[in-house]
């Protein structure tokens, strides 16, 4: 609350880098560039080839950060040849922006096309007759990273035919399987997509994508806790009174209604993304930055997930669906009314879910996630709510109602760190007015321009970091914590499920019974 009578104020002092420190810069642990590799696009015909992965190939070319030895093979059923290819791939880099000519220029040559069903074995050992080629060609060096970016429904035959031509095999290089969310829709299916994978491919050659670890401001929550020793202090049950996740989209379905209308916003969203900002936020510290300690610490945040209570699902989840309404002044249907979308659909586009992670740490600490499509900001927010002060010296100013500290983690829009916490306004007056001070990260100087999230993932991939990716024990821990949610809901149906289905109005915040889960978001 503000102090009575207090003067508005805009009191949010910048905080900046310290100069570099002398003879030295700040500390980066640079990448190394990645051994030559063949990068094996499957369904690179397809929409997350164009949208995603080769911009994010042109742009680490253009930045110099690919191997010299490169070939970049797109392979799905399209009857296209290598031209055919280069012509659609410049077509994706001209429509995502930032097309570098001289760079393309040099990286075309570099970019093939191998025509694939993934069904024919005959396929495959043209496929890896085709790698033999580029090995000696385009010096690949026997190394390959093959992305499956194909509907999920293929990734267990592509790996499957991958291991019946010896292309899993890690004889001469390195074989790798990039593997795209959704990682099965319920606990069986991961499970048997995962022993689908392993029949060729061991654990540490599968790389589960999960793009939102791979932001800037994702990964920067663990230098923030872990590289600061003022934070862990207070991280825990004692000091911190609620956490929440919010990630928000204004954007509808689109054309993705197929895959959507089967999976719904607890899928999208939350056995992934939401999952992994939940273990970022309440993970212990493990023992040093690599890849098995990282994700031991995750997983036992999952283990330690209490099991949604039944009877209490009503209180816990709020399902919503978008309806018609006009999100900057303009008109867009409701959900059921978009392309591809049943008429009746009990679908839910919005979840707002209170859950606990019973350790010793986090004990009693509500822990609030929230995702939605067509809400009024597309905002990706961490918010880890401080208790109030004990007892306050100034009741008679602000009343027994002081708001409590924050520190506001925003990963989008935005990039920076805040934290609020009362201060005198400057005067003769004692009066107290929230202050905010925030570090914009896009406003540092950077020693080095960011990676985008999917040049992370591809970069990680090369070198075989698989720190920022999900690891099978994760995966099957949050569908064994979610399952029984989705099952419920599912056979209930809409309207009758413990979670109602509430509706909500393009543009808006989402259903008033979700907003009030998530008051410190704002
Ligand atoms: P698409 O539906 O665009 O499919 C990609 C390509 O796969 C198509 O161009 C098609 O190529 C091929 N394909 C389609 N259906 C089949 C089939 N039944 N059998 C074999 N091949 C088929 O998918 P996206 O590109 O949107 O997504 C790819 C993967 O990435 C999916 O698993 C998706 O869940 C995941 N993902 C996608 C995101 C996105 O923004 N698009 C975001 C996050 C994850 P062809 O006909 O030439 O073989």
Not at 109 to 136: H, K, N, S
Not at 287 to 295: G, I, L, Q, S
Request: glycine share 10%; hydrophobic share 45%; net charge neutral.
């Amino acid at each position: 609350m503000p102090a009575p009578g207090a003067a508005p104020t805009d009191f949010a002092p910048p905080i900046s880098f310290d100069p570099a420190p002398p003879g030295g810069g700040p500390s980066c642990l640079l990448p190394p560039r990645p051994s030559p590799c063949a990068l094996v696009i499957f369904g690179a015909s397809g929409d997350l080839a164009a949208r995603m992965i080769l911009p994010a190939v042109h742009a680490l070319h253009r930045h110099g950060a690919l191997p010299q030895g490169l070939a970049v093979l797109g392979a799905a059923r399209t009857p296209w040849g290598d031209e055919d290819f280069r012509a659609h791939m410049r077509r994706a880099l001209e429509a995502a922006g930032g097309m570098d000519g001289p760079a393309w220029e040099a990286l075309a040559p570099r970019v093939f096309y191998q025509p694939l069903d993934y069904a024919d074995p005959a396929g495959f050992a043209a496929l890896a007759a085709r790698l033999d080629a580029l090995d000696a060609g385009a010096g690949t060096e026997g190394n390959r990273l093959f992305y499956l970016a194909t509907p999920p429904t293929v990734y267990a035959e592509a790996a499957r035919g991958l291991g019946a031509a010896g292309l899993a095999r890690e004889a001469r290089g390195f074989s790798r399987l990039v593997v795209e969310k959704p990682f099965g829709r319920d606990l069986d299916s991961a499970r048997a997509l995962d022993v689908a994978l392993h029949e060729h491919f061991a654990e540490h050659q599968v790389f589960r994508i999960d793009h939102y670890l791979a932001k800037e401001t994702v990964q920067n929550i663990l230098l923030l806790r872990f590289a600061n020793a003022i934070f862990e202090p207070l991280w825990n049950r004692r000091y911190v009174a609620s956490v929440t996740c919010a990630a928000m989209e204004t954007l509808g379905v689109g054309h993705r209604a197929g895959y959507y209308e089967r999976s719904g916003v607890l899928r999208d969203m939350f056995q992934n993304h939401m999952m992994q900002l939940l273990a970022l936020v309440a993970m212990e510290p493990p023992p040093a930055f690599d890849a098995e300690a990282v994700r031991d610490e995750k997983a036992k945040v999952y283990r330690a997930l209490r099991p949604f209570d039944p009877a209490r699902l009503a209180d816990d989840l709020v399902l919503g669906q978008y309806g018609p309404g006009t999100p900057g002044g303009a008109p867009v249907p409701g959900y059921r009314r978009e392309p591809g979308v049943a008429p009746d659909s009990a679908t839910p586009t919005f979840a707002a879910m209170r859950l606990w992670v019973d350790n010793w740490r986090w004990q009693g600490v509500p822990f609030h996630l929230l995702s939605g499509k067509r809400l009024r900001e597309k905002l990706t927010r961490i918010v880890v709510r401080f208790r109030e002060v004990p007892h306050s010296l100034f009741r008679h100013i602000l009343g027994e109602d002081i708001g409590a500290n924050r520190l506001i983690l925003d990963i989008h829009p935005g990039n920076a760190v805040s934290l609020t916490m009362q201060a005198k306004l400057p005067g003769a007056r004692l009066c107290l007015q929230p202050a905010t001070m925030r570090f914009d990260f896009d406003a540092a100087r950077a020693p080095a321009r960011a990676l985008d999230a999917y040049e992370k993932v591809l970069l990680d991939c090369m070198l075989g970091d698989q720190t920022l990716f999900w690891r099978q024990d994760a995966v099957e821990q949050c569908w064994g914590f979610l399952t029984p949610v989705l099952e419920r809901c599912e056979a209930c149906g809409a309207q009758g499920s413990p979670a109602e289905l509430h509706g909500y109005a393009a543009g808006s915040w989402g259903p008033a019974a979700g907003l009030e889960m998530v008051q410190e978001l704002f």
